[in-house]
């Protein structure tokens, strides 16, 4: 069976909002601001996730971002990315726009259950909030993996909205990448 993680970068207040600025949004851009120099490790993390990815679940505005910024890029990161099979949940798109790439459509949490059932690692969700909050409300997430970025935004869609009920969390790692990042590794499930 698959195990999803949601891998993603937030501030310290929980806003994961254009991290690049390139969404328009005023506090945009923190992800370089804040990262700085401890960026080249938070890329060496990344990396080592992204090899020990089975596949990456993506929502259709977050199939869009990556193909976008990451089809024209080459190197080994690039190369992983792109290489790696993607599902698109979307009811409004039949093709995908990044690389390796199969629609989800239907029933969302039908779909996710049974793309878990048919894989074996790790299933990564990046951005995608939308469907990151269906997957947690239905308690189709595994893990959490959080890069925290030393600010406090104030305002901005975070991860996490409501929910219909507390959702239980343990955590199970906790390291600073470089001198000012953290990176936070949660278990997400009823029996925490």
């Known amino acids: 069976m698959g195990k999803i993680i949601i891998s993603t970068n937030a501030s310290l207040d929980g806003v994961v909002q254009d991290p690049d600025g390139q969404e328009g949004f005023r506090l945009g851009g923190w992800f370089n601001q804040f990262g700085g120099k401890d960026l080249d490790a938070w890329f060496t993390i990344s ?14 505005r977050s199939d869009e971002w990556f193909a976008a910024r990451w089809l024209s890029r080459s190197g080994d990161f690039a190369d992983r990315l792109n290489g790696l099979p993607k599902y698109v949940v979307s009811s409004t798109v039949d093709e995908p726009r990044w690389s390796n790439a199969t629609v989800l459509g239907g029933d969302v949490v039908d779909q996710v259950s049974k793309l878990k059932d048919a894989l074996d690692g790790e299933i990564l969700v990046y951005a995608s909030y ?8 239905h308690d189709l997430v595994d893990e959490l993996r959080l890069s925290v970025f030393p600010v406090v935004l104030g305002a901005g869609e975070r991860l996490f909205g409501e929910t219909g009920d507390q959702k239980g969390l343990r955590l199970v790692q906790a390291r ?6 953290v990176h936070l590794t949660y278990r997400v499930g009823r029996d925490v």
């Open 130 to 137: 939308q469907l990151g909050r269906t997957l947690i409300e």
């Open 176 to 181: 600073t990448i470089g001198d000012n990042l």
């Open 47 to 60: 990396f080592e996730e992204a090899l020990g990815a089975e596949a990456l679940l993506l929502g259709r």
